[in-house]
């Protein structure tokens, strides 16, 4: 099972690779989705239930959520109900772990946002009265929010103070230092997830994109996503784009080094 459910995690983290500065009003969204999962168990347990077809599931998520979240929070929550979860609680915390993973890559201020998180550990940590405000189980959500934007909006980043609202917001057996650490560590993982733009004349099946997430993997020696795009005009073969390097071996590019050829 445990497996199962790292599977279901990078499947999520795939989707998110793959947003662009353009979907930075859609990534904060994904916090609002967890935090309306968490508190709708019924509809969390229809997102989860192991017997529906995902397709179903799918198909419910963009009837309750709609355009309003924004195409790349859609394909997120798309990817995220498509896996198979242990509980409502697993899938609303991968929702908010792609959230917070999403905002950092869509500002690409991944650094800014651990050296806040940071800071703000650091704060709580040596202040322990702080530390039980944030912590305690007696307040809400909404009076902690309240507190975290009257003592760090002057010195936290717009996207910092996304990630530790939902943190705050959301119901969890674990202490806010926890949370924060956990975010940290979440945030320093997608700066070292890059993205490889393939581009194809037909979709590839599932287990060559496997093979190939291998390949690019051992080729460059960190973690490589890979971000499908689909154009017929390359006729065959691929175009694989990662950062500055570019591998072009389409049937297109081939045909053009010919003509130069006999030119």
Do not use: C, Y
């Not at 599931?57 to 963009?62: D, E, Q, S, T, V």
């Not at 202490?175 to 993205?195: F, K, P």
Request: cysteine-free; overall charge neutral.
């Amino acid at each position: 099972m445990r497996t199962a459910t790292k599977h279901a995690l990078e499947a999520v983290k795939r989707e998110v690779d793959t947003l662009t500065a353009a979907d930075a009003d859609s990534a904060r969204k994904l916090f609002d989705v967890a935090e309306t999962l968490a508190s709708n168990k019924q509809l969390a347990v229809a997102l989860v239930d192991r017997s529906a077809d995902a397709a179903a599931k799918r198909a419910l998520a963009r009837r309750v959520f709609g355009e309003r979240i924004g195409i790349g929070a859609s394909n997120v929550l798309d990817a995220a109900v498509s896996q198979k979860w242990q509980s409502e609680r697993q899938l609303v915390q991968a929702i908010q772990d792609a959230g917070i993973r999403a905002v950092a890559q869509v500002s690409g201020a991944h650094e800014r946002i651990g050296a806040e998180l940071d800071q703000f550990l650091e704060t709580i940590s040596s202040n322990g009265e702080l530390e039980l405000a944030f912590g305690s189980r007696l307040a809400d959500g909404q009076s902690k929010v309240t507190l975290l934007e009257r003592l760090f909006a002057r010195s936290l980043s717009a996207e910092t103070l996304d990630v530790l609202r939902s943190l705050l917001t959301l119901p969890s057996s674990q202490r806010i230092r926890r949370l924060a650490a956990t975010a940290r560590e979440s945030v320093a993982d997608q700066a070292g997830r890059q993205v490889a733009i393939v581009t194809v004349a037909r979709a590839l099946p599932e287990a060559q994109l496997d093979r190939l997430r291998v390949a690019l993997t051992k080729r460059f020696g960190h973690d490589v996503a890979v971000n499908q795009v689909i154009d017929p005009s390359v006729v065959g073969g691929m175009r694989v784009e990662f950062g500055d390097e570019v591998i072009d071996d389409t049937a297109a590019a081939r045909l053009k080094n010919l003509r130069l050829q006999l030119a």
